[in-house]
C-alpha cells in the first residue's frame, strides 16, 4: 500500500485548507495529525464507498473527508482553522475504518499544516 499526502501550508486563522492522499488502491482511509509534543491523534476516517465517515470531536463541523474512488484519492476540507490545528496530517489506509482508527494500518508521509493566529 503506497500513499501520498499533499495539501499543507500556512494558513491564517479562520481560513481553509484541502488536503489529499492518493492511494494505490481502494481502502478505507483517514487522517490523523501530530502537533509538537503531542501524540498522534484521530482526525478522520471514511470507509471505501464512502458510506461510513468518522470524526474526531474537535473537528466536527468543521472538516470534511470525502473521497474520488476513481482517483483512488482521499480528501480532507478544513475549513473554519484554528491555531491549534497546527500539526503534521498523516493519512492512513486499512480494510475498515474501525483498524484505520486504531493506527494499525498503513502510514503515509506527513504534510505540514500551519495555522498562524
Known amino acids: 500500500v503506497q500513499l501520498q499526502a499533499s495539501g499543507g501550508g500556512l494558513v491564517q486563522a479562520g481560513g481553509s485548507l484541502r488536503l489529499s492522499c492518493a492511494a494505490s488502491?481502494?481502502?478505507?482511509m483517514g487522517w490523523f495529525r501530530q502537533a509538537p509534543g503531542k501524540e498522534r491523534e484521530f482526525v478522520s476516517a471514511?470507509?471505501?464507498?464512502?458510506?461510513?465517515?468518522d470524526y474526531a470531536d474537535s473537528v466536527k463541523g468543521r472538516f470534511t473527508i470525502s473521497r474520488d474512488n476513481a482517483k483512488n484519492t482521499v480528501y480532507l476540507q478544513m475549513n473554519s482553522l484554528k491555531p491549534e490545528d497546527t500539526a503534521v496530517y498523516y493519512c492512513?489506509?486499512?480494510?475498515?475504518?474501525?483498524?484505520?482508527?486504531?493506527?494499525?494500518?498503513?502510514w503515509g508521509q506527513g504534510t505540514q499544516v500551519t495555522v498562524s493566529s
Open positions: 488502491g481502494v481502502y478505507a
Open positions: 492512513a489506509a486499512a480494510g475498515s475504518t474501525m483498524v484505520v482508527r486504531t493506527g494499525q494500518g498503513y
Open positions: 471514511i470507509s471505501r464507498s464512502g458510506g461510513r465517515i
